[in-house]
């Protein structure tokens, strides 16, 4: 697994970006897939979450209704769209993932259950 993970920029408070999560080594359909962000000084959370093939997808409370998580199975990749963007969503956003069968329907939030990382790509929303 190999993932990269792009889309990241500077936009306005209330703007939106979306970022994206590739796998240039396999197909993302096996795996459970994780984004997670860490602000300077701050330990890494996790944001959003989605098994490919089976559940729902999860999202941290403070993005609900705001970040969206979707997949383009063509293109083997996964996107983050985010949207109402707040100051406080700055951060270095990576992808993860980890095989779907070794997890429940609801994808795991924790940092250590993903063997796989992607770079980061950094979000910075101005006020």
């Known amino acids: 697994v190999q993932?990269?993970?792009?889309?990241?920029?500077?936009?306005?408070?209330?703007g939106s970006l979306r970022l994206s999560c590739t796998d240039s080594g396999s197909s993302l359909s096996r795996y459970v897939i994780g984004w997670?962000?860490?602000a300077p000084g701050k330990e890494r959370e996790f944001v959003a979450g989605m098994h490919l093939t089976r559940g729902r997808p999860d999202y941290l409370d403070s993005v609900k209704g705001r970040f969206t998580l979707s997949t383009n199975n063509a293109?083997?990749?996964?996107y983050l769209q985010m949207s109402a963007l707040k100051p406080e969503d700055t951060a270095v956003?990576?992808?993860?993932?980890?095989l779907s069968r070794r997890h429940s329907d609801y994808p795991p939030r924790r940092v250590t259950?993903?063997?796989?990382?992607g770079q980061g790509t950094l979000v910075t929303v101005s006020s």
Do not use: E, I, P
Request: glycine share 14%; with cysteine.
């Open 3 to 14: 993932l990269q993970a792009s889309g990241g920029g500077l936009v306005q408070a209330g």
């Open 36 to 38: 997670f962000r860490q």
């Open 75 to 78: 293109k083997n990749t996964v």
């Open 93 to 98: 956003y990576y992808c993860a993932a980890d």
């Open 113 to 117: 259950a993903y063997s796989y990382w």
